[in-house]
């Protein structure tokens, strides 16, 4: 589904990412964990293609197109969804209304019929349970006046109801207390399927306790120079990073 | 300056004409205060780019223009009558066109208990007493050189006098109509609501204007709120694109009198708005918002201005501009505090958006405060749509021109949804949806 080679992006001024490469395949959950500034958050917004990087060398593919070429809307189109880790408040726009022009501009590229008010009622609701979710909070504007919690499950719903290919969770955690961390990674869970590929940014172990992953990788200086299965999260937790970053880099691991 | 003079004569010759057609009908003391308004514009002549109230609006179109007297007599195209804004007011509806109210147009329901509507022409002729307080005397010579004209040149008008204690479930609305024939011609819009103690009335002013016609609105409104007494007014400016409008509002506030006041201004190529507030007892409250949206070279001014001469009154003031093309805002808003006005309680804020690198706005918010016992605020915030909304909304699928749209129609929103007249939020919000893409279905928009 995915396929990164040989990444090379700047943020602003600052080369951030070093040649990073990256396999995921539809189903697959993989885990990017590293230390502060190690390009994780870099990764998952020039995946989503947010302004202000600027990608100098290698290439993305997904679903056998170049990724880079498309605009953010277009990706999101194309079944990319980025769960933000600031998730934006926006007044005067209501977290419906926005979801419903986004379903429907994402209906509309895939040349299905718009849904209607009803219709897409029906399915907020539904998919509002995943997180459990409030449906005051989904009538009121896009994450003004949310908690932290909030905000982030907000972010899973809005997964859940654009129903992505490829999701990039941007340390979906951080900031959570353990009740709203498990309702989160219980969303998450449930969105877990054949059809579709899971990024997981975070910086702490912990959630891989709930979000179970199938590879994890570890970034530093803006490659991945270890990957593994989900025990190496647990080995990362006990040893820190520190002991990676003396390493020269190992020959990453894609995929399986 | 012999340009200056040269307009001052061609007024000057206008004014005769008019006083010498209209000596019979008015009233003595109507005579006198148009004759003293017409003085105080020959002393102080059409507004320089040096007076510090226009220092940022080109007055240019204003003053060199010459723009004959437009004729109230004259029909409205079809299409000039479809601009206007009727749909869903169920009250009465009172149609002027050219600055004279047309029985024809207007909708009065024969039976309005507790409010006497109609023509100001009229009133003078038949109880001159009722105007006499407040004709000319609200609006004064403070107001303003454009104001002073169109008391000195007004031959008619509408009227709103609601009796004590009346309270009228159906706003009022004033559709002020400039039809022409295309050549630069000037209408005397002007309104006067009298709202007796204890009342309260709803009022809506329109402003249309037909396609192509460079005319010139000057419009003064004045608002007379008796003690405890709420008047809630809304001005829909929708004029056309080459139309210049220039309006006056002034109120007067008894004791624990409400007067509030939402201006949409959207149309004309310039649009100036001058309001004038004052508290003349304790008690009392205003609330002033307004939305203007600009683009291409057009330009927006509001100028208010409070007046806390009198304790225990509060004020509140939002306005927000939306800035595009090459447009230009203008905010100037004082707030004065008299000495012995204590307990005032004054709150002002402007806010820009700028949505193209060539949009400019001055924004100037003023407190004078000489009282110590007061509360008083104002700011001022001027930016551009926040990158991160934006990108969070593309990063949805949102694409990214109905992306800016939805951002910018947030960011007017809130004012939009204080407009409590159901026909008016629709009307001002199919005018932004016509010129916001991507804003399919404004009610679901609002939290």
């Not at chain 2, 007379?224 to 004029?239: I, P």
């Not at chain 2, 939009?416 to 001002?428: G, Q, S, Y």
Request: hydrophobic share 45%; with cysteine; charged share 25%.
């Amino acid at each position: 589904m995915l396929e990164i080679k040989n990444l090379h992006a700047k943020a602003g001024e600052n080369d951030i990412l070093r040649g990073l490469d990256l396999t995921v395949r539809a189903g697959e959950v993989h885990a990017i964990m590293g230390p502060n500034g190690s390009g994780k958050s870099t990764l998952a917004h020039v995946l989503a293609g947010r302004p202000g990087y600027t990608v100098t060398d290698g290439e993305v593919i997904y679903k056998g197109r170049d990724l880079l070429a498309l605009a953010p809307e277009e990706r999101a189109r194309e079944g990319v969804f980025l769960a933000f880790q600031y998730p934006v408040e926006i007044a005067g726009v209501s977290n419906v209304y926005f979801l419903k022009a986004a379903t429907n501009a994402i209906r509309k590229h895939r040349g299905l019929p718009e849904l209607d008010a009803l219709e897409f009622l029906a399915l907020v609701k539904e998919r509002a349970k995943v997180v459990e979710l409030d449906d005051e909070l989904v009538k009121r504007a896009v994450n003004e006046g949310f908690s932290g919690g909030e905000k982030k499950r907000n972010e899973i719903f809005q997964m859940a109801v654009l129903e992505p290919a490829l999701a990039v969770l941007d340390e979906t955690d951080s900031g959570l207390d353990i009740d709203a961390l498990r309702i989160v990674a219980g969303g998450v869970n449930r969105l877990r399927g054949p059809e579709r590929a899971m990024i997981v940014v975070t910086h702490y172990q912990r959630l891989l306790n709930y979000i179970v992953p199938d590879f994890v990788h570890v970034l530093v200086d803006g490659r991945i120079v270890r990957s593994g299965g989900k025990e190496m999260a647990l080995e990362l937790e006990e040893r820190g990073y520190s002991w990676l970053e003396k390493e020269p880099a190992a020959a990453p691991a894609a995929g399986r | 300056m012999a340009a200056v003079a040269e307009d001052k004569d061609a007024y000057r010759a206008g004014f005769e004409r008019f006083v010498a057609a209209h000596a019979a009908s008015d009233p003595a003391w109507l005579r006198e205060r148009r004759t003293a308004a017409f003085a105080r514009f020959v002393e102080r002549g059409l507004p320089t780019p040096r007076d510090e109230a226009w220092r940022h609006t080109p007055v240019a179109p204003l003053t060199q223009g010459r723009f004959e007297p437009a004729d109230p007599a004259a029909q409205p195209s079809a299409d000039a009558l479809a601009a206007v804004p009727r749909e869903g007011f169920r009250g009465a509806t009172l149609v002027l066109v050219n600055g004279r109210l047309s029985t024809e147009l207007s909708s009065l329901p024969s039976d309005q208990p507790g409010v006497a509507l109609g023509s100001l022409r009229g009133l003078l002729r038949r109880e001159p007493g009722r105007a006499e307080p407040w004709l000319g005397r609200v609006a004064d010579g403070r107001t303003g050189v454009f104001a002073d004209l169109n008391t000195a040149f007004a031959e008619d008008g509408a009227v709103v006098i609601v009796a004590p204690g009346a309270i009228l479930k159906e706003p009022i609305h004033v559709a002020h109509l400039s039809a022409g024939d295309g050549a630069p011609a000037v209408s005397y819009a002007r309104t006067l609501v009298v709202a007796g103690r204890g009342s309260e009335c709803r009022l809506v002013e329109s402003f249309t204007s037909s396609g192509a016609t460079a005319s010139l609105t000057n419009a003064v409104t004045e608002v007379v709120v008796e003690d405890n007494a709420f008047v809630d007014r809304y001005k829909l400016q929708q004029e056309g694109a080459s139309a210049l409008h220039v309006a006056t509002l002034a109120a007067r506030l008894g004791r624990d009198a409400r007067f509030a006041d939402h201006s949409l201004s959207f149309g004309a190529a310039l649009s100036r708005n001058d309001i004038d507030v004052r508290f003349d007892a304790a008690g009392g409250d205003c609330a002033l918002d307004g939305l203007f949206v600009v683009d291409g070279r057009r330009v927006a001014d509001t100028h208010s201005r409070i007046e806390h001469a009198q304790p225990h009154c509060s004020s509140r003031e939002l306005y927000k501009g939306v800035i595009d093309g090459q447009a230009r805002g203008v905010f100037n808003g004082l707030v004065v505090v008299r000495p012995g006005a204590q307990k005032t309680d004054a709150w002002q804020m402007n806010r820009n958006l700028l949505l193209s690198r060539e949009a400019l706005v001055h924004s100037t918010p003023q407190l004078e405060i000489l009282a110590d016992d007061v509360k008083c605020k104002h700011g001022s915030t001027t930016g551009q749509l926040d990158a991160n909304a934006l990108f969070y909304l593309r990063s949805r699928g949102i694409g990214e021109a109905e992306a800016r749209g939805l951002l910018t129609w947030a960011f007017a929103s809130d004012l939009v949804r204080k407009l409590e007249i159901e026909p008016l939020r629709r009307a001002v919000g199919r005018h932004l949806q016509a010129r916001l893409p991507g804003i399919a279905a404004l009610a679901e928009a609002l939290p």
